[in-house]
């Protein structure tokens, strides 16, 4: 099954390098005719959007940067849902949890048919695009929380909650990257449709997570636990974030598991472990 992967960042790399017959295309998703000309070029019959803006250095850069921001998170996904269509390629769509503020209208957390929240003008565009994709029967949008990897990166939460002096410990869903990558390919050989929320069972807290960088990464670590409503009113944030719990029960009526964080992430945990220690290791590092 040809697989063509648009978005050269952090998640999109990783399902090129490891879904069969994945391709990667850095063409600009906004582009109608180079997308078009990809997916043709590429024989595609499943294309994977992993292409966005998130913001650099983090998200509050959406809040000043409204146009690129609808035009790639909006615009770019639609000219990839229509080019995709006329391709007759299934296309899976990297969604974002963050369109969910708080606790969740019945137990167990937010459900994929739940009407969402958003708050930040990101995750407004990241729920415009679910709200316009979804209903397209060749189109699944799959939405993840705070993703976790072995990979020492800038975009994985372990790097991202390591690097930051205050920490606002809260209670969230994650996704654990090597366990989305199965679920994207699985999805994508069903042809399945829809929204999915693709996280791992189960809940994290911050300080859970640095209890643990502490224990096996680096015993020295050191950092101050804030509250939720502290991020903004110390400026360290321009927009209130998103913390929420997410269930799946469109991929458990699928049969496709994601193993419980717990379990995921002490393996991730310790090969994030011997990645920093082999990156030291590295001439020049």
């Not at 490891?18 to 294309?47: F, Q």
């Not at 709200?131 to 993703?147: E, K, N, S």
């Not at 096996?216 to 974030?241: K, T, Y």
Request: net charge positive; hydrophobic share 45%.
């Amino acid at each position: 099954m040809s697989t063509l992967v648009f978005g050269a960042g952090f998640l999109g790399r990783r399902f090129a390098r490891e879904l069969p017959l994945a391709t990667l295309s850095t063409v600009d998703i906004t582009d109608r005719d180079a997308v078009a000309a990809a997916i043709r070029g590429a024989r595609a019959e499943v294309v994977i959007n992993a292409a966005g803006k998130t913001g650099r250095p983090n998200v509050d850069w959406c809040e000043t940067h409204r146009g690129p921001t609808w035009r790639s998170n909006v615009l770019g996904a639609l000219e990839l849902a229509e080019a995709c269509e006329a391709a007759g390629a299934h296309l899976v769509h990297v969604g974002s949890g963050c369109v969910f503020y708080g606790p969740s209208p019945s137990p167990g957390g937010w459900r994929e048919d739940d009407p969402a929240n958003p708050i930040s003008y990101y995750s407004r565009s990241k729920y415009a695009a679910d709200l316009l994709l979804a209903p397209l029967p060749h189109v699944a949008v799959v939405r993840i929380r705070m993703p976790v990897d072995a990979a020492v990166h800038p975009r994985n939460l372990i790097t991202k909650l390591a690097g930051y002096a205050q920490v606002v410990d809260v209670e969230n869903s994650v996704t654990v990257v090597d366990d989305l990558v199965g679920v994207v390919a699985a999805l994508a050989a069903r042809r399945a449709s829809g929204v999915f929320h693709a996280t791992n069972p189960g809940t994290l807290r911050h300080r859970d997570l640095l209890a643990l960088y502490r224990q096996v990464v680096d015993p020295s670590h050191r950092c101050e636990l804030i509250g939720e409503g502290e991020l903004v009113a110390r400026g360290l944030a321009a927009a209130p974030r998103s913390n929420c719990v997410l269930a799946s029960p469109r991929l458990d009526g699928l049969g496709l598991a994601m193993r419980p964080v717990g379990v995921a992430l002490a393996d991730v945990m310790s090969r994030y472990a011997a990645d920093l220690r082999a990156r030291a290791h590295q001439p020049g590092a």
